[in-house]
């Protein structure tokens, strides 16, 4: 699984309101690496929680 799915998967689950610890999940990453995994998931993080609120309506 490449890095975006797994951050996007992480997003979606904690949109769902299931715990996520992106500290534990990129604790093993090299140095450039957790920054880059840090802002694509928030983003999909942003991007999945809009839209839960869309279906929420």
Excluded: C, T
């Excluded at 769902?16 to 534990?24: E, F, S």
């Excluded at 093993?28 to 998931?41: G, K, L, T």
Aim: charged share 30%.
């Amino acid at each position: 699984m490449n890095k975006g799915r797994l951050a996007r998967s992480f997003a979606r689950m904690h949109a769902l309101g299931q715990p996520v610890d992106i500290d534990a999940v990129i604790g093993n990453m090299s140095d450039e690496q957790p920054a880059w995994f840090r802002e694509r998931y928030d983003y999909y993080r942003k991007q999945a929680e809009r839209a839960r609120v869309i279906g929420l309506r």
